[in-house]
């Protein structure tokens, strides 16, 4: 850093000599002053020395005169005024006390003193020359007044009077025309200090304007441009030992340390912007930027943290969400698998249903033939042949029916299992399982009453079966036991009746099983749908959890 003269000591330089300069001025106008007054001074004391000078001489000619008057008129006015003038006025005296109180010269005092000896020397001469005017003799005294030794005196009074009245002007003057001299070369004086003070103002004004006013304008400008923002604004000042130089490297240091900071903030942003936060703060922050600091850091902390979060629940939520998906297929799968068997089986059942009702029929029609068997035993022989191949039919209905009690217990047992199956899935789903869990619980109820229908169907088909072969033994033994007919028929009779209301009964279980079924089907359509809604949403949501993972996997974090 350049070596510089500081404002404060320039400042108080130009200060200095302005106040010297201004101090030396106004010693001038004092001493301007002074020596106007001791002109205008020497002047009142020229003047009151000339008139004391003319008052003295003026009453000495005043004397003479009235003297002179007096002699010529003898009028006592010019007696009186005389007198007066010597006793009263006293005009010479108080002339010459006057001068002398002002300052006279010795050669002056002298000079007073030789007139005031001739002065008095002719007062003698004047008291005679009016006793002589009062004893009548006023061509005496006009011949004494006005002659030659009178005249001789007054002349030397004149004469001395003359060279007092010139030496006094001479010395007057003299003294006037020093003062005035030394007035003028005040004035002049006080003239080139004006000079010397306009000359410093105006070297005072060019170099504050340089060295301080136009420096502190460029800093004023560049420190609006810094509040504006704008820290790339040209600045041609150059830093120094001064305190202006010291203020514009302040200036270039705040604004380094602005783009310091704005740089460093800039980059951090931008890496984190990028996916990138595996960054550091630096610890050269300084001052009101500290907090700026400690913030960036908390932010860089909070979001690794919270990224890190979201990219382990990220991975998990995939996982579960492909685990979810695989089951959700599995399910849908499996409910479709289960609408289609339940549809098979609503299908058998109302195949059983009709087959039963049929037979509900028969047995019906069996139960009327029998009321009639004992109207008709006369006939018995003819109708013989007849019931037995109805027997036969009877026996082929029943074995059928055994079959189709084998595939109830078949269609019973693939439901609990996919009941078993839908519970199991129901309870791996958790919440969103619970409604399918509530069906599958039905479907297992059913299952079950379908089972115990079948297997009292089973029983009652068993029983018809055992008794349609005992009808074929009593059929084959009618021919053999004709004597035991109207008891073998009223047998006959009570059988297919218990038959006919088995057979009632077993096409109302029927028919319940069917209206089951119905429900079962649309339930496990539903399901079916439901289960094909929560495949897509399964896919949906591991897609989305694919995306999150490549979305979270954008961040490079710290320790990854």
């Known amino acids: 850093m350049r070596k510089s003269m500081n404002q404060s000591t320039l400042s108080l330089i130009l200060n200095g000599i302005s106040i010297l300069t201004l101090l030396f001025l106004l010693f001038s106008l004092m001493t301007y002053n002074s020596i106007t007054n001791q002109l205008n001074e020497a002047n009142e004391e020229r003047f009151a020395l000339t008139y004391n000078a003319n008052r003295f001489m003026n009453g000495s000619a005043y004397l003479t005169n009235e003297v002179r008057a007096y002699a010529a008129t003898g009028d006592e006015e010019h007696y009186n005024n005389y007198w007066n003038e010597v006793n009263e006025l006293k005009n010479r005296d108080k002339g010459v006390a006057a001068m002398q109180e002002i300052g006279i010269t010795s050669e002056e005092q002298d000079m007073i003193n030789e007139m005031y000896s001739l002065s008095n020397q002719l007062v003698p ?35 001395l009077k003359e060279q007092f ?33 306009g000359v410093v103002l105006l070297i005072v004004m060019i170099v504050t304007r340089r060295k301080i006013l136009r420096p502190v304008i460029l800093v004023k400008n560049q420190m609006g441009e810094i509040s504006k923002g704008n820290l790339s604004a040209d600045f041609t000042l150059q830093s120094d030992t001064s305190e202006i130089g ?11 340390e602005l783009k310091k900071y704005i740089q460093d903030i800039d ?6 912007a990028d996916g990138n936060m595996d960054l550091s703060v630096g610890d050269d922050y300084r001052g009101e930027f500290l907090p700026i600091q400690n913030a960036m850091r908390q932010i860089l902390d909070a979001l690794n943290g919270a990224l890190f979060r ?37 299908a058998s059942i109302q195949e059983i249903s009709r087959q039963v009702d049929s037979t509900s029929e028969d047995a019906e029609y069996a139960r009327k033939a029998a009321e009639e068997a004992s109207e008709m035993m006369g006939i018995c022989g003819q109708k013989m042949e007849a019931l037995t191949a109805a027997m036969e039919d009877i026996s082929k209905a029943s074995h059928q029916i055994g079959g189709i009690i084998k595939t109830i217990d078949d269609i019973s047992f693939q439901t609990k299992i996919l009941a078993l199956n839908a519970a199991v899935e129901a309870a791996r789903a958790g919440e969103a399982g619970l409604g399918f869990a509530v069906v599958a619980d039905e479907v297992q109820s ?19 079966m055992q008794l349609v072969q005992y009808g074929s033994s009593l059929s084959s033994d009618t021919t053999e036991a004709l004597s035991g007919v109207v008891k073998s028929a009223e047998q006959s009779a009570e059988m297919v009746e218990r038959i006919a209301d088995s057979a009632l009964q077993q096409s109302q279980s029927l028919k319940q099983l069917t209206r089951g079924m119905e429900q079962i089907s649309e339930v496990v359509q539903t399901n079916a749908a439901t289960a094909q809604e929560s495949a897509a949403s399964a896919r949906e949501l591991s897609d989305m959890s694919s995306e999150l993972k490549l979305s979270v996997h954008k961040f490079r974090l710290r320790g990854m």
């Open 310 to 346: 979201i990219n382990q629940t990220a991975e998990q939520v995939s996982l579960e969400a492909e685990r979810l998906s695989a089951g959700a297929g599995i399910l849908s799968n499996g409910t479709v698998q289960q609408a289609s068997a339940v549809e098979e089986l609503s």
């Open 267 to 272: 980059f951090i942003l931008a890496q984190m």
């Open 246 to 256: 010291m203020l514009v490297e302040s200036i270039h240091e705040t604004k380094r």
């Open 446 to 464: 059913l299952a079950n009453k379908s089972a115990a229908s079948a297997q009292g169907i089973t029983e009652l088909i068993e029983n018809a």
């Open 125 to 159: 001469l004047e008291e005679e020359a009016m006793n002589e005017v009062k004893a009548g003799s006023r061509e005496e005294a006009v011949a004494y007044v006005y002659g030659t030794e009178y005249s001789d005196s007054i002349a030397k009074i004149n004469a």
């Open 165 to 197: 009245l010139a030496a006094l002007d001479e010395r007057t003057l003299a003294q006037v025309a020093e003062l005035q001299e030394r007035e003028e070369l005040i004035r002049m004086v006080m003239i080139l200090a004006m000079i010397l003070v």
